[in-house]
């Protein structure tokens, strides 16, 4: 019988204490990881919008050099035929 009482009073005490131990610890420490679980999707979102401005950017460059050799070409063009009227 006294096994019986001494295994109820143990059970109790670890119930007080588990239950202590997940309001100290288990509770702070699962908020911790919902806010960096939250911080890592921002900046994944962050990283995902830069890649797209970035990708963007690159094809409006690549336009602006096409741009730019083609004005110089007709730049080019351009004073060679006003040399080639000149020198006649």
Do not use: T
């Given at each position: ?15 007080v ?25 921002r ?30 070409d ?15």
């Amino acid at each position: 019988m006294e096994y019986l009482q001494i295994g109820s009073y143990l059970c109790g005490i670890f119930s007080v204490v588990g239950a202590a131990f997940v309001f100290v610890f288990v509770k702070p420490l699962n908020k911790s990881i919902d806010g960096v679980q939250e911080a890592v999707n921002r900046l994944s979102a962050e990283l995902r919008a830069y890649h797209e401005q970035q990708h963007r950017m690159e094809g409006e460059l690549r336009e602006l050099k096409y741009s730019v050799q083609k004005a110089h070409d007709r730049i080019d063009s351009a004073l060679e035929e006003r040399a080639h009227v000149s020198a006649h």
